[in-house]
C-alpha cells in the first residue's frame, strides 16, 4: 500500500472523523476553482469528492505533482500546531515518515481535546459611541457543535446572541459575536494571572449606524460584573481609545486617501474634555492643580474646535503671533506684508528682551526674501513726535521697508482696529490679525474669511490715505 494512501486514510478517520464532505473541502484547490467561474461549485465539489475517494479506495494512489503543486491553495495547509503548518507537502512526499506522520497528528488532536476554555471571563463591556455609554453581554451558556467549535450564548439588554469561542496556542482567545446587522471580532489574550478580574482587548466591526465604516475599540473581557457607571471604566472604553475608518466614506473612486484630519483630532479632543470635566467633578474638584491644568486644556480644545472649522480664534500673545506671521511671509517670499501698529512705549520694538530683539531684527530684513513690507504707526500727533519715536521710524525706514505715520484721531472712528496685519496671495494662505476697537478683550482674533478680510483691506486703504511717509 503506498505511503500517501495510508496518510490520506489517517487524517479522513482521525482528522474529520469519516466526514468525506469535510475532507473535500480542506482539499479544494481555491485558486484554481476561482479562474474557472464557468464550472459552479456544486460541480466542483462533486468532482473533487469523486477524486478524493479514489485516493481512500485504491493503495496503489500516490502524491501527485499536481497535488504538491496545488497543496499551499489547500484549506489543510492552513492548519496550525504549535505556532507551525500542522502538514507540509514534503510530509505528504516522503516514503519513510509514516509513523511520524501519525504521531504528530495525534498529538495535535489530543492538544485540540485539552484545549482549556476558561469560564471565569463571562462578562463583556464595550462602548457605544452613538448613544455615549457602555453595553454590557453575559455569556448565558457555552455549547461544543459537531465542528468542535465552541459557541457561546450571550444576552444583552434582555436579547440573545450567539457567538464564537476559540482559545489558540499562546493564551489568545478570540470571539466572534454575531449581533444584528454587524459581527463583532474580539481578541483578547490571557496572561493567566488570577489576581486579575479582567482583561483588555481589541474588537473590530462596524459602526452600528452605518453598517460600511470599519471600527476598532477596546474592549473588556471580565471574571465579575463590573460598575458601568464607573469613570475608569468610561476612560479606558470611550471614543478616545477608539478608531473609525470614516476615511471609506469619502469619494471610493479616488486615488487619493482624503480625510479631515483636523475634524477628526478635534473629536478626539472632545471626547478627553469630556472625561477631564467628569474627573474634576468626581475626583478633583478641591484640587486648584488640577482644575487650571485641565482648566487650560479647555482653551487649547476651544481654539483647536474653532481652528478646525475654520472659524475665527483668538490670540492672547501678540508677540508670538507677529513672529509666526514673520515667519509665514518669510516661507511665502516674493509678496506684501502691511501692517498697522499704534506706537506708545510698549511697542513690540521698544522692547529690549532677546525674544523681541529677534522679532525685531527678522521683520527688519524680511526685504531678503522679496518681501515688500509697509507698516504704518498709529499715534497721538504726527506733527510733534518725541525723539525715541523719531529715532526709531528713521531705524526702520532705513531698511527698505515703506514706514508710514497716522494721526489716531483722523482714522479711529473710520475703521474697525488700529493693530493689525494681514498678506493677500489670493488664495487659502490669506489671512487677517487684528485687535478689534470694539472688542472688550484685549486679544487679537485671527480672520481667514473673505467678508471679514475684505473689510480690514478697506481699512487699511483709509488709513494710508489719511497718512504720511516717513523718509
Known sequence: MDNFTQKMRLIYSKLFNGEIDSLTKDFIDSSKFN?????????????????????????????????????????????????????????????????EFEERLDLYLQYRQEVHINKDYKHIYSFCNEREEIFYYSIVKWEQNP??????????????????????????????????????????????????????????????????????QKVVFSKKKLDRDDLLL??????????????????????????????????????????????????????????????????????????????????????????????????????????????????????????DFKIKNRFLSLSSCGIDSTIVFVVDDDKNLSLKYQNLLTEIAKESLTVRVVKRDSVIHKVNSLDFFFIYTGDERDFVLADPIRDSKDVFKLFINEVTMDEYRIDYRKIVYESILVE
Not at 470614516?246 to 473629536?267: L, Q, V
Not at 506671521?325 to 506706537?343: G, R
Request: aromatic share 16%; proline share 1%.
Open 35 to 99: 479562474k474557472e467561474k464557468h464550472q459552479s461549485y456544486k460541480k466542483f465539489f462533486s468532482n473533487r469528492k469523486i477524486l478524493i475517494q479514489r485516493w481512500l479506495r485504491e493503495n496503489n494512489t500516490h502524491c501527485s505533482k499536481d497535488f504538491q503543486k496545488s497543496f499551499k491553495n489547500y484549506k489543510i495547509s492552513l492548519h496550525q500546531f504549535r505556532g507551525q503548518p500542522l502538514f507540509t507537502v514534503d510530509e505528504f512526499k516522503k516514503s519513510d515518515n509514516l509513523k
Open 147 to 216: 465542528e468542535n467549535r465552541i459557541i457561546i450564548t450571550l444576552e444583552k439588554e434582555g436579547k440573545l446572541y450567539q457567538g464564537i469561542y476559540s482559545l489558540e496556542e499562546g493564551n489568545n482567545i478570540f470571539l466572534t459575536i454575531s449581533e444584528d446587522n454587524t459581527t463583532h471580532y474580539m481578541l483578547f489574550h490571557d496572561t493567566k494571572d488570577n489576581s486579575c478580574a479582567y482583561i483588555i482587548g481589541v474588537s473590530m466591526g462596524y459602526l452600528t449606524k452605518d453598517n460600511k465604516v470599519p471600527r476598532s
Open 234 to 355: 468610561h476612560f479606558i472604553l470611550n471614543e478616545t481609545e477608539s478608531i473609525s475608518a470614516s476615511e471609506n466614506r469619502f469619494n471610493p473612486h479616488s486615488s487619493e486617501i482624503i480625510r479631515d484630519y483636523f475634524c477628526k483630532y478635534t473629536t478626539k479632543l472632545k471626547q478627553y474634555h469630556t472625561f477631564f470635566s467628569r474627573l474634576v467633578t468626581k475626583s478633583y474638584n478641591q484640587s486648584l492643580y488640577h482644575r487650571l491644568a485641565f482648566r487650560e486644556f479647555y482653551a487649547f480644545y476651544s481654539l483647536f474646535e474653532r481652528f478646525s472649522k475654520r472659524e475665527s480664534y483668538f490670540i492672547m500673545n501678540f508677540q508670538r503671533a507677529f513672529f509666526e506671521a514673520i515667519k509665514t511671509v518669510e516661507s511665502i517670499k516674493n509678496i506684501s506684508f502691511q501692517v498697522v501698529m499704534q506706537l506708545n512705549d510698549d511697542n513690540l520694538f521698544f522692547a529690549i528682551s532677546d525674544k
